[in-house]
């Protein structure tokens, strides 16, 4: 099987990544969703599959923090409001699920900003 776009690449990735991760309710799944122009991460849980903290560069807690910087600034900041969102949720570690995405760049940013805020992974 040849794979043909860099989407089915990171698809084939993801599966391949998701056979071995797996949130659970003592540690939730962190999964990160990339766009041209914004990051995305939430907190699954898989047993139950519900979403429980979620996070991006479109939430309104952020609009005036996120101005003027670079979208690996942006992401940091994501990461940080996940991890806060997490804390207050009583949620102190979770499975980072990078889904197919080379870990470097904005989802390196994104890990490290929830690291610094005290989530643990």
């Avoid at 990171?10 to 939730?28: D, H, Q």
């Avoid at 996070?55 to 990461?79: F, I, W, Y």
């Avoid at 991890?83 to 390196?108: M, N, P, T, W």
Wanted: proline share 2%.
């Amino acid at each position: 099987m040849s794979v043909k776009t860099k989407e089915e690449a990171r698809a084939r990735r993801k599966l391949s990544i998701r056979k071995k991760v797996s949130g659970s309710t003592e540690r939730p799944r962190m999964t990160v969703f990339r766009s041209l122009n914004h990051i995305y991460a939430q907190v699954i849980n898989d047993e139950t599959g519900r979403t429980l903290a979620s996070a991006s560069t479109l939430s309104p807690e952020l609009e005036e923090t996120l101005k003027g910087q670079k979208k690996s600034g942006k992401a940091k900041k994501v990461g940080e409001l996940i991890a806060k969102k997490c804390l207050a949720a009583q949620i102190s570690q979770v499975v980072f699920d990078r889904s197919g995405y080379i870990y470097h760049g904005r989802v390196e940013a994104l890990a490290q900003g929830a690291r610094e805020a005290g989530l643990k992974f």
